[in-house]
């Protein structure tokens, strides 16, 4: 593993190829979504705030998981990636506050899960794996050498992505 660490924040997105490491942090109803290349090693993670996007102007589109990540697949289109072969592995989406009355409504992290789902199958993206929903936050991080993704969680052994 090198050191080319990528710290991705909220409404963020970065890309690396062959070598590096994308990490987000605090994945709480917040969405990532690692996008990958495996023929050219090119990857990119999407920390996504929000399912869809009705911003007028459109001015931040990788805060929403519709917007977000249509924009990293252009993006890596852009430097070379093939729609047919890029895949997606996905965590977050947690409930973290329980709001009485809300429903669904108030859970925002559901909703950010079938939003990602939803463009993913919308753009002919397999989704390989997932860790999504729960009550915890969670830390994605993602080897763009390898194509491993891996989901640290407080009071929880490390998933596999």
Do not use: W
Not at 39 to 54: C, F, S, T
Not at 102 to 121: D, P, V
């Amino acid at each position: 593993m090198t050191s080319n660490k990528l710290t991705i924040g909220i409404a963020d997105m970065k890309m690396a190829q062959r070598e590096g490491e994308l990490i987000t942090y605090a994945l709480g109803s917040c969405v990532g979504v690692c996008l990958y290349d495996p023929v050219i090693k090119l990857g990119a993670l999407v920390h996504v705030m929000l399912p869809i996007n009705m911003e007028t102007g459109r001015t931040s589109p990788l805060k929403y998981a519709d917007t977000g990540i249509r924009e990293t697949l252009r993006r890596m289109e852009l430097q070379g990636a093939k729609r047919s072969r890029i895949v997606a592995k996905m965590a977050g989406g947690a409930r973290m506050f329980d709001t009485p009355g809300c429903g669904s409504l108030g859970n925002i992290g559901q909703r950010n899960i079938e939003s990602a789902h939803m463009t993913l199958k919308r753009e002919n993206i397999r989704l390989l794996k997932e860790d999504v929903g729960g009550t915890v936050a969670r830390t994605m991080l993602f080897d763009v050498a390898t194509g491993v993704g891996r989901i640290r969680s407080y009071n929880r052994p490390e998933q596999i992505l």
